[in-house]
Structure formats: C-alpha cells, structure tokens
C-alpha cells in the first residue's frame, strides 16, 4: 500500500466526549450535576451564562429539559470560575455570586425574578408586593406565572413568595408540601402563617417603634412581639398612625 | 453545509462538527500526537468557530472556505488556549471504554515516525495527505508559497518512506 493512502486512513471516526465539548462549550447544549436539597435531590443545569435550571431529580428530568429549554443535557462539572458556588447559593436560597441564565425570560419576567432572588432567608412576601417593586403595582397575575414558571427554584427562592390573601399557596417544585418543606427550613413557621392569613392579617405594626411590617419582617420578629399590632391592610395601619418599615416595604 | 449554517447556525452546527470533527482531530492528533491536547484543540476551534460566525454576515458565508478557515483557527490557537476553560461546564467522561475503538491502527508507530520530520513538513504531509487538502489551501493557511509547500510534502513523504523502510 502506497503511503500516500496508508496516511489518508488516519482519519478515522472522532473520540467520544469531543461533541458533546462542543455542544457544552458553544452553550448549545447544557451540563448538569446532581445536588442534595431539603426537598430532595435536585438536577442542576449550567451553561456558559450561568445556571438555567433546577428540577426535582425524579424520572424523565432530561425530556423535562428538553421541553422547557430545547437544548440537550449532559453530565457534566459546572465551569470552575463558580463551580463552588452552586451550593452556597443552594443553601442561602439565594444567588448571591452565582450567575443566573434568565436569557428565555421577558425582561419583566427577569425582573421580577432577580427581586425575588433579594427576598431574605425566612421571610415571605406576597406577589402584590413583587408587582410593586418591579413597578407594575397591577400586574400581581402576571407576578404569579413568573413564579410558577421560576426556572431555577431553590436558587431563586420563590417559595419565599405567597398569595396575596397571605396563604402560602402553590409551590412549582414538587408542589405546596415543599414549600412548606423549605420554609420551615429556613425558620418560617408555615402553620402560623396559615393563620394570620385565615384572620386576614396583612401586616403587623410595633407600637414601641411605630412601624408596620410583613409578618415575616426580621425587623418586626425583633420587637419583642408581645404587643405587637395585627392590620387587615396597609391603609388601616397608616390611619392608626403607622408608617411602613424601610426593610420589607410594605407599602 | 455554509448555507446551512447562514440559515441556521444552531440547527447546522452539530452536522458541521460531525463531517469537519474527525479531519481536524486527527490531523490535530498526528501533528501534536497526543489525545488531550488534540481533544482540546479540536473543541476550542469549534467553539471559537460559532462565535465568529454568529457574527458572520452573507458576504462572510459566501466566500468562507470551511476546512482552511477552521485549520487557520486551529493553528493559531496558543498555548494558552485553555484561559477559558474556566467559564464552561466540562463534561464528565463517564468510564474510558470507546476511546481506544477510535484509534487507527500503528498510532504509536506513526507518531513515532512523524517525530523524525521538521515541523513543517509534518504540518504540510498532515494537510495534504492526512486531512486531504489542497496545495493551494495549505499555502493559504500555513502562509507558505505554493512551492514551498510542494518541496514540504515531497521531502515529509521521502523522509517517512525512509524510516518505514528502516523499520522493517
């Protein structure tokens, strides 16, 4: 056999792991990596943005993907430059120095989810005041389907978010359960919660400092509590010469 | 497949790492005789590849030679090409059955063979023999003459006759 043609035979079919590289470095695809939680194993998914996802590790995660983001999965170590953060940001409920990959989300839908993601450990707050912060005091709703569609739960902590009658209402990972899996997790106490929402109790005001808070509010969970003030609404508050508190802004 | 990829480059991209992937590894592998590095080498290209041609507009397509313009990208890949590796996922080879299946026969000997020539004339025998390129197109990416390119691959091919016969 000529040389010419013994070289032309050294091609021969490409090593495996080469296409899936690219298909991760090109961002066409994604990785993921298994993670515990307090709601159980958890799949999370990363790409050169940031995170993109975290779903329940139960059967049929990657068609569960496929679906939601339309890009293939792989097994894969998340990009070292913020590998470690993952699970800081897992056990904060909160990014913090993690990026997030939110590119699929309208702009208000992003927004919304970032202010979410400022929500405090232990604390709650309803999708009216979500709609506030971003600056569509009318768009509660539209708060709503942000959060039950919240790509990244856990991380971006909208279980931190309820109803706007106070009750804890659906969580998107798992369902209500979790949620108040998570809360309590964090020091909420749902059942108390559940409660003050039946009795219709919106805020809650510290006649020591004159300011009236979200029920969850470290600020008003600090006062000493005993004769603490319930409200049914913020007006009722301000007429009784409340003012609302700087931390939780409850309008 | 350059029609394919102006029209839909996410869509066209996979086809063209699967017909351009396995030329440009194993020239890749033949010139640097090592799988991580040519695994590396072979990846980044791609990557920095969809980049450029997310910025591509129908002029660019139009007159894109693909296999010379990923060798070029290739080639001028630095020993620090691996800066970036920091900032994407990496994916997790699950057990090392398969690679060796992928292998040509007498890869060591090759390699082996291929260390007795200059750069040069490895580079240009890879090109035009290995991978299966034009003189012209390799004069264009190595910035050789054409001439030069010839006198490269005669005396790469002598060299390795050569050795082979030594061998026996």
Known sequence: MSIESQLSRLVTRLPDGITEGVALGTGLADGFDLYPSPVGEVVVTFNIEGVSSVDLATEGYRGRFAERHGRGLFRADPPSAWAKHIPEAMEAGSPGRLPVDLRARTPFQARVLRIAASIPRGEVRPYGWLAREADRPGAARAVGSTMARNPIPLIIPCHRVVRSDGHLGEYSLGGPHNKWELLSHEGVEPARLEELAEHHVRVQADPATGVYCHPTCRVIRGSGQWNVVDFTSTAKARSAGFRPCEQCRPG | ?168
């Not at chain 2, 994407?88 to 082996?112: F, K, S, Y």
């Not at chain 2, 054409?146 to 030594?166: S, Y």
């Open chain 2, 1 to 168: 497949m350059i029609a394919a990829l102006a029209a839909d480059l996410d869509g066209a991209f996979p086809s063209l790492v699967e017909s351009a992937g396995p030329g440009l590894y194993w020239g890749l592998r033949r010139l640097c005789r090592n799988h991580q590095e040519a695994e590396d080498l072979t990846q980044e290209t791609f990557i920095r590849a969809y980049r450029a041609l997310g910025d591509f507009d129908r002029d660019r397509f139009e007159e894109l030679k693909l296999s010379p313009w990923l060798w070029t990208i290739a080639l001028n890949l630095g020993r620090n090409h691996l800066r970036n590796r920091s900032r994407r996922p990496t994916l997790v080879e699950l057990g090392d059955h398969g690679r060796n299946d992928e292998e040509p026969p007498d890869i060591a000997a090759w390699d082996a063979r291929f260390s007795s020539l200059p750069t040069s004339q490895q580079r240009a025998v890879v090109l035009r023999h290995v991978v299966g390129m034009g003189i012209s197109e390799i004069a264009e990416i190595t910035g050789r003459p054409e001439g030069t390119v010839k006198a490269d691959i005669h005396r790469g091919l002598n060299r390795l006759r050569r050795v082979m016969e030594q061998e026996t």
